[in-house]
């Protein structure tokens, strides 16, 4: 990285904002190099990560889930097509997922939730006297915890 980009570039490049850029910092998502004055300098692949990040999150997922697969590419280095695929595997397995979970609360969310409201006449059927309540707090079927 031969003189790199100021931590003001990489905010303009990106779009975000320079205490976010700092935030991501601690994290391991970007990782700059100081130069003889002591200054953060960002590497052009800095860019795409943060891009990566913000589009991760757009979909829902949270930092948790998205550093420690940044964490594992290599410093100062654009990701390589093999890395990209990786990573792209493993989110899409946790889209897929997401998506499943998504079909069946949309599926029964006209029904009982099994959260023990009693409120729908349906609710004497799939949760009479709240027996959901004896299984645990919140919505147990919609959970995939229950019929």
Not at 46 to 72: C, K, N, T, W, Y
Request: proline share 4%; with cysteine.
């Amino acid at each position: 990285m031969s003189q790199g980009l100021t931590i003001g570039e990489l905010a303009a490049r990106t779009g975000l904002a320079v205490s976010a850029i700092r935030f991501y910092e601690t994290h391991d998502i970007v990782k700059p190099v100081r130069n003889a004055g002591g200054h953060r300098r960002y590497g052009r692949a800095d860019i795409r990560r943060l891009s990566f990040v913000m589009a991760a999150q757009r979909l829902g997922f949270s930092l948790a889930e998205i550093a420690p697969h940044l964490r594992r590419l290599a410093d100062h280095k654009g990701p390589s097509k093999a890395d990209w695929t990786r990573i792209g595997r493993d989110f899409r397995r946790e889209i897929d997922a997401r998506i499943t979970a998504l079909e069946d609360l949309r599926d029964k969310l006209d029904g009982c939730i099994g959260c023990g409201c009693l409120s729908l006449s349906a609710c004497a059927l799939y949760n009479p006297d709240d027996i959901k309540g004896a299984e645990g707090t919140g919505p147990r079927n919609l959970a995939g915890m229950g019929p």
